[in-house]
């Protein structure tokens, strides 16, 4: 193997052991053993555990935020409703595809590492600007997507955690879902909460 071929195999050696047992119960001769190399080559290559942890989180933050602003970004030009969908169901895509990956970032992390927050904060800026942009095109204050977004984007997060084990109904049926419900509760934006009517549960 080159040397980055041999890194990029420590790392996916990592990620389903940090996926299996968490960052606290994981070792680097536990990660040496299943990669086939001494500890001094892992250790060469990330400087220990807590750089092993960083370049994991790193590759795996970078992937699923790519691919929900490949979602948002390259249909900018779609029906806000669309946008939602392509975004939800993207998080969705991510959990489905890379399950060892998500469970590393939505797991307890090493002080310092504010990782599935930080992550979450860097989508909801992504939506916020397509939130925004809907806002004030509507005559409704741009200033109240910053809330919205971070709501959808806990409300598919949240959902997408516990996608994780149920496995049903289908994802693009979750998806669907969730933006059923979100863009029913967007109607009303506009509205005051409390002057907004009760039905079709009160």
């Given at each position: 193997m080159t040397g980055s071929e041999r890194r990029e195999q420590l790392i996916e050696v990592a990620r389903a052991l940090f996926a299996e047992k968490g960052y606290a119960a994981a070792s680097i001769e536990e990660v040496a053993q299943r990669g086939g190399v001494s500890k001094p080559v892992v250790y060469e290559h990330f400087g220990g555990k807590e750089g092993l942890y960083a370049a994991v989180v790193s590759g795996e933050m970078r992937h699923l935020l790519d691919d929900i602003t490949s979602a948002l970004s390259d249909h900018a030009d779609d029906h806000p409703r669309e946008l939602?969908?392509?975004?939800?169901?993207?998080?969705?895509?991510?959990?489905?595809?890379?399950?060892?990956?998500?469970?590393?970032?939505?797991?307890?992390?090493?002080?310092?590492?504010?990782?599935?927050?930080?992550?979450?904060?860097?989508?909801?800026?992504?939506?916020?600007?397509?939130?925004?942009?809907?806002?004030?095109?509507?005559?409704?204050?741009?200033?109240?997507?910053?809330?919205?977004?971070?709501?959808?984007?806990?409300?598919?997060?949240?959902?997408?955690?516990?996608?994780?084990?149920?496995?049903?109904?289908?994802?693009?049926?979750?998806?669907?879902?969730?933006?059923?419900?979100?863009?029913?509760?967007?109607?009303?934006?506009?509205t005051p909460p409390e002057e907004q009517g009760r039905r079709p549960f009160g």
């Open positions: 939602l969908r392509r975004a939800a169901e993207a998080f969705l895509g991510y959990v489905d595809a890379n399950a060892g990956g998500f469970r590393v970032l939505v797991r307890d992390s090493p002080d310092g590492y504010g990782t599935f927050s930080s992550l979450l904060g860097d989508i909801a800026g992504q939506v916020e600007h397509v939130l925004g942009r809907e806002f004030a095109s509507r005559g409704i204050d741009a200033s109240l997507a910053a809330l919205y977004s971070q709501a959808l984007v806990g409300m598919v997060a949240l959902t997408g955690q516990w996608w994780l084990d149920e496995r049903r109904p289908h994802r693009d049926e979750v998806a669907a879902h969730l933006v059923a419900l979100a863009w029913h509760g967007l109607s009303g934006i506009g």
